[in-house]
C-alpha cells in the first residue's frame, strides 16, 4: 500500500479490535461462544482471552497487506490496480471488526442478535465488494485466482478473474437476501453451493481457455 490516506485509515481500523477488547473486558464473562453452527446457536466456548487473539489478527493482516507486495515478483503491477487493493484491505479489517463485535454481543448479551443471519449478510457484503474488484486486479501471486494458468498468461487472467468476480458478485448479491429470509441452515448451503460451484467452474474454464489458446498458437507457428 503507497497511499498514505488509505494506510493510516487501514491502520486505525486494525487497532479499534485491541481497544475494544481493552474497553469490554473487565464486563466480560469468563467463557466466550467460540464457535457457532449454521443456525447461529452457540457450539462451543472458550476461555475470554481468546478474544485477543481475534482482535489481534487486525494488524497482523494490516502489516501483511504493507509487506507482501515488497515481495512479490509481479510487485510492478500493483500500481496498476492499488486503489482495489486498498479497498479490500481496507473492507476485509472493517469485516473482522464486525465479526468481533458480534463476538462481544453474543458474549455480554446473548440472543441480542442472529448470529447466522449476521455472519450471513457479512460474508454477502464481502462477496459483493471482492467480486466487484476482481476484474480489475492485474497478475500477482498473492491477490486474485491464481492457477498454473492464470499465472503464465496475462490474458487468462484477466479472463479468469472477470469471470470469477461476476460469479462471486452474483453469489453475494443473491446471498444477501436469503440471508434475511430463509433459514439459516439453508442459506449456508446456498453460499457453499454457490462459493464451490464458482471456484470449479472459474478453475475448469481458465484451464480451457489456457489450452485453446495456446493450442491455436501450436497450430500457427511455421513448420520449420
Keep these: 500500500m503507497k497511499n498514505k490516506k488509505s494506510i493510516l485509515l487501514m491502520w486505525i481500523i486494525a487497532v479499534l479490535p485491541l481497544l475494544l477488547v481493552a474497553a469490554v473486558y473487565g464486563r466480560l464473562p469468563d467463557t466466550i461462544p467460540t464457535q457457532f453452527g449454521f443456525d447461529g446457536a452457540v ?3 472458550g476461555p475470554k482471552a481468546t478474544l485477543w487473539l481475534l482482535a489481534g489478527m487486525c494488524p ?7 509487506f507482501l507486495p515488497n515481495i512479490d515478483p509481479r510487485r510492478a503491477n500493483y500500481g496498476k490496480f492499488q486503489k482495489y487493493y486498498d479497498l479490500f484491505a481496507i473492507g476485509l479489517e472493517l469485516f ?7 463476538v462481544l454481543t453474543e458474549s455480554l448479551r446473548p440472543g441480542t442478535l442472529s448470529m447466522g443471519r449476521a455472519i450471513l449478510a457479512l460474508l454477502a457484503g464481502l462477496f459483493i465488494l471482492i467480486g466487484n474488484m476482481m476484474g480489475k486486479v492485474k497478475s500477482n501471486y498473492f491477490f486474485g485466482i491464481k492457477t498454473p494458468w492464470t499465472l503464465d498468461d496475462p490474458d487468462i487472467w484477466g479472463r479468469t478473474n472477470r469471470l470469477g468476480g461476476r460469479l462471486w458478485f452474483i453469489t453475494g448479491v443473491l446471498l444477501l437476501p436469503c440471508s434475511l429470509l430463509l433459514p439459516e441452515t439453508v442459506s449456508f448451503v446456498l453460499m457453499l453451493v454457490g462459493i464451490l460451484g464458482s471456484c470449479a467452474v472459474v478453475y475448469v474454464l481458465s484451464y480451457v481457455w489456457y489450452r485453446q489458446k495456446h493450442k491455436t498458437q501450436e497450430s500457427e507457428k ?3
Design 43 to 45: 457450539n462451543s466456548y
Design 60 to 66: 497482523l493482516f494490516a502489516a501483511l497487506f504493507q
Design 222 to 224: 511455421p513448420v520449420e
Design 96 to 102: 473482522l471488526l464486525v465479526i468481533l463485535g458480534l
